[in-house]
């Protein structure tokens, strides 16, 4: 049983905490919030003591689960791990470099787990394209993209203040950069543009890029907290075939000559112990395997109780955050920006 305690008892902490509470093989002992009536309510909710200082939680627990804002993180994250806990934190992994190479650097110091909510490489239809990209099925990457259009006013909070939040390229696009990198890999070249574009707004709230990788191909991201509607649309093109969502959620691929598929994305994604994709039987069928498509939750705690190397590991966070730093570069000179060998 992994004894895990709660940090930040906000919205996010309110989602992850009743699932992790369900978790077979998980107890939640605690529930931490600078503001106390929060801890409280959520210490309620699940039934679990609470307090306002994080430190009071370590000694009772083995792994922390922390919701707070990623620029209050990097004192929490390095005293976890200095403890001996394994961590998690919602994204972005902060929101200045130097903070973040200090936590990822505390973690591999202290041998601990250390992974981030970077949860599209744990949905469909994200998973499902990727793991069809991954299998070889589409050839070598020509072309991905990402727009997610999310209406929402970020000045009443520290959403809307671009020193904390980043704006919407680093909290909310920086899901999408991600996902991008696991497609396409490392990044050499980004071209960005923002846009704040209500009155008022302290923070950028409309993005494009676009990235060329350095195995080949390129992508782009289309993000918004600006638009009047929603909408979220994602695609890879490769050499030999595309896989693309609309608008209407509807899983599009084509292969060669091979006739279009209209693909069900629930029933295709059971998962090996690998991350595999299943294969498929002669009628074109998944078989059963070993493990189906597991929760973000529960990869956590696979990866500390098998010693796995988490699926969105922080070391991706901090290259997710370089490619956003690289767009904020670019937005404001008008030009390309290379990213640096060796990062």
Request: glycine letters at 12%; one cysteine or more; hydrophobic letters at 40%.
């Amino acid at each position: 049983m992994i004894k895990v305690g709660m940090i930040g008892c906000g919205g996010m902490g309110n989602y992850h905490a009743p699932v992790l509470a369900g978790l077979p093989n998980v107890k939640v002992v605690g529930a931490c919030d600078l503001i106390e009536s929060k801890a409280k309510a959520l210490g309620e909710k699940i039934g679990v003591p609470h307090c306002t200082d994080f430190r009071d939680l370590l000694a009772g627990v083995d792994a922390v689960w922390v919701c707070t804002q990623p620029f209050s993180r990097v004192e929490i994250v390095t005293t976890a791990a200095k403890a001996g806990k394994h961590i998690f934190t919602e994204k972005p992994v902060c929101n200045e470099v130097a903070g973040a190479r200090k936590m990822i650097a505390a973690a591999k110091r202290y041998g601990v787990k250390y992974m981030l909510g970077y949860c599209l490489r744990f949905w469909n239809p994200y998973r499902l394209i990727r793991e069809t990209f991954a299998s070889g099925e589409l050839g070598e990457l020509v072309d991905g993209w990402t727009r997610r259009f999310m209406p929402m006013d970020p000045r009443p909070s520290w959403y809307g203040q671009q020193d904390k939040s980043g704006g919407v390229t680093l909290d909310f696009g920086s899901h999408d950069i991600n996902w991008l990198l696991w497609v396409g890999g490392p990044v050499k070249t980004v071209f960005a543009q923002t846009r704040r574009v209500r009155d008022g707004v302290q923070a950028d709230e409309h993005a494009q890029a676009m990235m060329l990788f350095k195995n080949g191909g390129m992508g782009a991201v289309d993000i918004s907290w600006s638009s009047y509607a929603s909408e979220s649309s994602v695609g890879l093109v490769g050499t030999k075939g595309a896989i693309i969502v609309g608008a209407d959620g509807k899983v599009r691929k084509k292969i060669g000559d091979a006739p279009e598929q209209i693909v069900d994305a629930d029933s295709a994604m059971d998962i090996n112990p690998a991350g595999q994709v299943g294969k498929k039987d002669a009628a074109g069928k998944i078989q059963a395997v070993a493990r189906k498509a597991e929760s973000i939750q529960e990869h956590f705690f696979r990866c500390i109780e098998e010693d796995l190397t988490p699926i969105t590991g922080a070391q991706d966070g901090l290259q997710t955050l370089l490619i956003v730093k690289a767009m904020m570069e670019s937005a404001r000179r008008g030009a390309s920006v290379k990213l640096p060998a060796g990062r």
